[in-house]
């Protein structure tokens, strides 16, 4: 037991103040007893509104910039649901010569060997859908449907990529010499 004591001198008198404590151990905190020391690790945030974070998702949270509200996770639900159209559509594992015009991001066809078809048509409308075809072909290839753009030569017997586009109202082609 320690006893503390505390003067105050007025100018007309004395106060004195005795104070005896005594050591006493704490009965119970966060479920432990005796000398407690506590630090993060052993507080549960289950229930509590806010939560505690490792230093790998403060570190991922610095890479985040955003210039407006979002909802991450429908952003990510929507993410997901499309991955499988991105992946499907945008392959070098394309073959043949119907060319589908629904993807923006472009179908590539035939990149792994040529394709020597010299008659191609199209499938879908979307704006500013684009395909891609890795051609090799003893004459000028044509899209049904399709108009060549000017100036665009068609090389016999070399590798070229012809691109069919749809612009929003008609479907136009060209030729790439590699």
């Known amino acids: 037991m320690e006893e503390i004591q505390v003067t105050v001198v007025d100018s007309q008198e004395v106060v004195s103040l005795f104070v005896q404590t005594s050591d006493v151990s704490v009965l119970s905190v966060n479920s432990q007893t005796g000398v407690v020391t506590l630090d993060p690790d052993d507080l549960d945030d289950t229930a509590t509104t806010n939560k505690f974070t490792t230093s790998a998702n403060l570190t991922k949270l610095g ?22 159209k991105v992946t499907d559509e945008v392959s070098t594992a394309s073959t043949g010569t119907v060319l589908s015009l629904t993807n923006k991001e472009g179908v590539l066809y035939n990149m792994s060997s040529a394709n020597a078809a010299t008659t191609y048509t199209t499938s879908g409308t979307t704006l500013n859908a684009y395909a891609r075809v890795l051609i090799n072909a003893a004459s000028e290839p044509t899209v049904t449907g399709g108009t060549k753009i000017t100036g665009s030569d068609f090389v016999i017997s070399t590798d070229m990529y012809m691109t069919v586009w749809y612009n929003g109202t008609a479907v136009q082609f060209w030729f790439e010499e590699i």
């Not at 890479?63 to 979002?70: E, H, I, P, R, W």
């Open 63 to 84: 890479f985040v910039s955003v210039t407006q509200a979002v909802n991450l996770d429908t952003m990510e639900s929507k993410i997901e649901a499309n991955v499988i």
